[in-house]
């Protein structure tokens, strides 16, 4: 389970059961690094795979971009200041077919299917679910990320196929799951 909001949030089911760890903090998926000294994230670290692949990425990531020039009419629909791009004009945008906000999506597909190469790697996954926020803009997402992660993949093609699917749950996901630990943990 991979939940995309403001950052990136985890569990990992192996065998039908949560994977807490050793001391409860198995799933701190989006603090993996993907780009060495890369942006600087609120834990302390640098280049954490939410910085890219999160909602909060890609409003960060858009805003970079906006400043350098790059994206002039998605600044102009929020009134011309690229501070002001947040992530869901991006994916309202895209929506509505404006290529630099496709082209910025795909881009986020990219850094998503990098982060799940990433833990097929080290875990072997046969399926991720897709929740949070960001998930709302599956469709715009999820197409990007699955063909990207055919070629990041090590021996994709000698692999039962990966499967990359949207929670039922969408933006309740993370929510919907930190409920259960805490029921579960009712006495």
Same mark, same amino acid.
């Given at each position: 389970m991979v939940t995309l909001g403001t950052g990136i949030g985890g569990g990992i089911i192996a065998g039908g059961q949560l994977i807490r760890g050793r001391n409860g903090f198995a799933g701190e998926i989006g603090h993996m690094v993907v780009e060495a000294r890369g942006a600087a994230c609120k834990c302390g670290g640098r280049g954490c795979w939410e910085r890219y692949a999160s909602g909060g990425g890609l409003g960060r990531m858009t805003r970079v971009a906006a400043r350098a020039g790059r994206f002039p009419k998605l600044v102009a629909r929020v009134g011309g200041d690229p501070e002001h791009v947040r992530s869901e004009?991006?994916?309202e945008a895209a929506a509505e077919g404006l290529d630099e906000a496709v082209g910025m999506m795909r881009e986020v597909g990219w850094w998503l299917a990098l982060g799940l190469a990433n833990l097929t790697a080290i875990l072997d996954c046969g399926h991720f679910v897709i929740? #949070?926020?960001? +998930?709302? %803009?599956?469709?715009?997402? &999820?197409? *990007?990320?699955?063909?990207?992660?055919?070629?990041?993949?090590?021996?994709?093609?000698?692999?039962?196929?990966?499967?990359?699917?949207?929670?039922?749950? #969408?933006?309740? +996901?993370? %929510?919907?799951?930190?409920? &259960?630990? *805490?029921?579960?943990?009712?006495?």
């Open positions: 004009d991006v994916t929740g #949070g926020g960001l +998930s709302v %803009a599956s469709d715009l997402v &999820l197409p *990007a990320a699955r063909e990207y992660l055919v070629d990041l993949v090590e021996g994709y093609e000698s692999r039962p196929t990966i499967t990359v699917a949207t929670s039922m749950f #969408g933006p309740r +996901s993370g %929510a919907m799951g930190a409920a &259960l630990v *805490a029921f579960e943990r009712l006495p």
